[in-house]
């Protein structure tokens, strides 16, 4: 399984990253597999440095604010009114029950079609795992001030070189503060991707939005999750102090997402395996 980071700048796109958006890519042993993880404001852009908007298998909506939701109005366009014609099945779109007639109201369609022309929305419950290709994608109740909000647990099976079988497990915080469904999303994954939106000292009076690097750390301690990967820094955040906030409460391998890195899920941070031209924001390691 790999990510790639295609935008993750917090709450807006910063100079050099759109707002939130995960390409994840996995093999059933027929063809590769892309769901998106998220698909904030400016980031249907970006994303087609990567892939053939064509090959978008699912797009999975954390929750309905615009920089984790928006450019999928920018989607609609691509296929509604593509002069070559679309010639593909409706997109799969996962997301809180309001997706539909959001995405619509946002544009300024009416509701009935709305765009189930060219989605077909599913509405996540709880705790109810669904299955696209060979991912299996687990929603859990996250903490932020959204009708629903969800962390997403991603796992993909696979086949190792010497024929074993493997599971690779992604979690995904999407935007929360701390709460037990962070923690059980993130249950023993090779990469936690969790916000860390929020400083220490700054923030203190706050509460029920985002997360700080320290209260990431100790969300990626208690869940066991064996890398993190914090994300969705505002453009004013420190990263550093964002990592050294976390290093507070987590000892395993650590990273800030820079858009444009792609990682192989289950290796480690040292080798990303690749990276877009152009300025990038700053990254820390370990």
């Not at 990592?243 to 650590?254: H, I, M, P, S, T």
Request: negative net charge; charged residues 20%.
């Amino acid at each position: 399984m790999k990510l790639t980071i295609v935008g993750c700048s917090g709450s807006f796109p910063g100079p050099t990253s759109p707002a939130s958006c995960y390409l994840v890519t996995a093999n059933d042993g027929e063809r590769d597999w892309r769901i998106l993880l998220d698909l904030g404001n400016g980031s249907l852009g970006a994303l087609q440095r990567y892939m053939d908007l064509r090959d978008i298998d699912a797009v999975l909506l954390s929750h309905l604010h615009p920089d984790h939701c928006m450019d999928l109005c920018g989607l609609h366009v691509a296929v509604h009114w593509d002069p070559a014609g679309w010639n593909r099945d409706r997109i799969t779109v996962w997301g809180p029950a309001d997706t539909a007639d959001r995405m619509a109201t946002a544009y300024g369609l009416e509701l009935d079609p709305g765009m189930h022309e060219d989605f077909e929305f599913n509405a996540w419950t709880a705790g109810r795992p669904v299955t696209i290709g060979p991912f299996t994608v687990t929603p859990y109740p996250a903490r932020h001030p959204a009708d629903e909000a969800y962390a997403l647990r991603v796992e993909a099976r696979g086949v190792a070189a010497d024929g074993s079988a493997t599971l690779r497990t992604l979690a995904y915080s999407g935007d929360t503060d701390s709460c037990q469904g962070l923690i059980d999303s993130a249950r023993d994954a090779d990469v936690f991707l969790c916000e860390a939106a929020f400083h220490e000292g700054r923030d203190d009076a706050i509460e029920g939005v985002h997360l700080t690097g320290l209260r990431a750390g100790e969300a990626a301690s208690q869940a066991g999750a064996r890398r993190l990967l914090l994300t969705h820094l505002p453009v004013w955040n420190d990263a550093n102090l964002s990592v050294q906030e976390a290093r507070r409460a987590y000892a395993g391998d650590l990273a800030v997402a820079v858009a444009g890195v792609s990682y192989e899920v289950g290796s480690a941070f040292t080798a990303p395996l690749a990276a877009a031209p152009g300025p990038a924001a700053p990254a820390a390691g370990r």
